[in-house]
Nanobody, 119 residues
């Protein structure tokens, strides 16, 4: 059974940092790409970042470039999203998701973790 479990969300002041983790199981981690998405109340889901576990290639949305960093620890089957210089507009539920490549519609999803940035 495929499982993706996010952790690391919370409340932080603007300008602060958080690191999200996505622990994966139930599939061959090295064969998949892991993406981070977010959805704020009343807004559409947005792709934030993605990493290919096989070659380490990465993708970032323009809104987070230079502030967020995605990384992968293949030994731990875990992907991280380091979020720095957080802004109130980064407030959302953050989800990790898995597919064979970085896709806007991945097959597998975690349950999400709330990130709230206060001004």
């Amino acid at each position: 059974e495929v499982q993706l479990v996010e952790s690391g969300g919370g409340l932080v002041q603007a300008g602060g940092s958080l690191r999200l983790s996505c622990a994966a199981s139930g599939f061959t981690f090295d064969d998949y790409a892991i993406g981070w998405f977010r959805q704020a109340p009343g807004k559409e889901r947005e792709g934030v970042s993605c990493i290919s576990s096989s070659d380490g290639s990465t993708y970032y949305a323009d809104s987070v470039k230079g502030r967020f960093t995605i990384s992968s620890d293949n030994a731990k089957n875990t992907v991280y999203l380091q979020m720095n210089s957080l802004k109130p507009e980064d407030t959302a539920v953050y989800y990790c998701a898995a597919d064979l490549y970085c896709s806007p519609f991945p097959d597998y999803w975690g349950q999400g973790t709330q990130v709230t940035v206060s001004s």
